[in-house]
């Protein structure tokens, strides 16, 4: 993220809208029983305001305890592809919480485990047929990284161990994946000098752009085990778009070096970018590729690893040294494979693909007159998501106020005032977003700063 340490700037009472009265985590609104020993995500707690308190979903609404009902403009972090509650993504998790709700992956197997892997290898590009399940998708960018490393220690080149990412580049939250992540821009910043020492590129949008990234790849091949990119859009760094040919440019340079591609899906996979995989769109086939969020609709943690024909060949040895050596409590866990095959189901049965096509048009037009306000610098929309960037992004939980008083759920961060709406939302209901972006963006744009 560009800079998710949420401000809390006071608003100039000659707005129209003043600054909410809202209580910072230790306050007494915050002391009813248990809230006060929550740590909540990005935020800074003393000053947080309090977080809304939702108590059931439906559709594509959170209902809240005082009975106000919001539209999930986010799809709670791109996950809920469905929607909430869905009932054949329910059904089938309650048969599988009756019959066996986890049971431990290693020396043991199970049909949703093996039924997911081999749908997840049919619906893949090319070999990309070896799953191996994750309960996070920050775990999936781990099991990337020490798969990649040990790819090639398995083949006797010990030298390979770093990985080259992209500026504004987003992998997650645990250290390895936060290596990854931009080290000036990100928030990972603050962790400099505790993690591992990796490179850092533009994307190649440009010939020369191109140009430099091969003269970085050929100059460090020799110590680099992979190239991490997320297709088509870089989320959490900023909502950043570039076309395929910026893919294709990526994919060209990787093969030929000898270095693994590895593509980041967790938040672009299951159609939200317009195909069920972003990396269809430039034709390219990854060495690795991380997938989360969607996989289980929403509904439970879940990610996988999958690696090509390639990559794993080099696993399989007699040798024991050469096994992958890692193993979460909770891999494959049943109830997550339950939801992830229900899931595919109605992508299937839905047509999802189709209202992201859908969606991707009204949000196109629904969007466009806000390049007209002041401090907007960019409108954009690629599949299921829509962006307004603005100049700076002050005034946060002003923002996220408003979102909520117009009936939106919606976290504005960075220079970013988004939209990743579930992909079963409706006409009436991403018209009812949009308005509300549109409106209070130009609100906000009038604010003194």
Same mark, same amino acid.
């Given at each position: ?241 570039? +076309? ?170 960075? +220079? ?34």
């Amino acid at each position: 993220m560009l800079n998710t340490r949420e401000g809390n700037m006071a608003i100039p009472s000659s707005t129209s809208h003043p600054e909410p009265s809202v209580s910072g985590a230790h306050s007494e609104e915050m002391s009813a029983p248990d809230l006060q020993h929550v740590w909540s995500p990005y935020c800074q707690m003393k000053t947080a305001p309090v977080p809304a308190k939702v108590v059931g979903t439906a559709g594509v609404r959170l209902r809240l305890d005082d009975g106000r009902e919001l539209i999930d403009g986010l799809a709670s972090w791109w996950s809920a592809c469905h929607g909430y509650n869905h009932p054949h993504l329910l059904e089938a998790m309650k048969a599988q919480l009756s019959t066996m709700p986890h049971v431990m992956f290693g020396g043991t197997q199970h049909e949703p485990a093996t039924k997911l892997a081999g749908r997840l290898a049919r619906l893949l590009p090319g070999s990309l047929d070896h799953v191996f399940f994750c309960d996070s998708g920050s775990v999936a960018v781990e099991v990337a990284m020490k798969m990649a490393i040990q790819f090639y220690r398995n083949r006797g080149d010990r030298k390979r161990h770093r990985f080259l990412a992209f500026h504004h580049a987003y992998h997650g939250d645990t250290t390895g994946a936060m290596s990854l992540c931009d080290p000036e821009r990100s928030m990972h910043h603050m962790f400099a000098g505790g993690l591992l020492p990796q490179l850092h590129a533009d994307l190649p949008h440009t010939t020369d752009c191109a140009r430099k990234l091969a003269e970085m790849v050929s100059r460090h091949h020799a110590d680099l085990a992979g190239v991490f990119i997320e297709p088509l859009v870089q989320g959490a760094g900023g909502m950043r778009f570039h +076309d395929p040919e910026v893919l294709g440019r990526v994919a060209e340079i990787c093969s030929d070096h000898d270095v693994l591609l590895i593509a980041d899906e967790l938040a672009t996979g299951f159609g939200r970018t317009g195909s069920m995989f972003a990396v269809e769109q430039a034709n390219v086939i990854p060495d690795i590729i991380c997938l989360g969020k969607a996989l289980s609709a929403g509904a439970i943690g879940f990610a996988a690893t999958v690696a090509n024909d390639r990559v794993y060949e080099a696993f399989w040895s007699d040798d024991p040294s050469h096994a992958l050596m890692h193993g979460p409590t909770f891999m494959a866990n049943p109830l997550a494979c339950a939801a992830a095959n229900a899931s595919l189901d109605l992508f299937e049965q839905e047509d999802r693909l189709s209202q992201v096509a859908t969606i991707e048009s009204q949000l196109r037009v629904a969007l466009a007159p806000a390049m007209e306000f002041d401090r907007v610098v960019d409108v954009r929309v690629k599949g299921a998501i829509g962006v307004i960037q603005v100049d700076q992004l002050d005034h946060v939980d002003w923002l996220r106020q408003r979102f909520i008083e117009e009936g939106v759920w919606l976290r504005p961060f960075g +220079d970013c005032i988004y939209t990743t709406p579930p992909l079963t939302i409706n006409e009436k209901e991403l018209g009812h977003v949009t308005q509300a972006m549109c409106d209070i963006t130009r609100e906000w744009s009038l604010l003194k700063r």
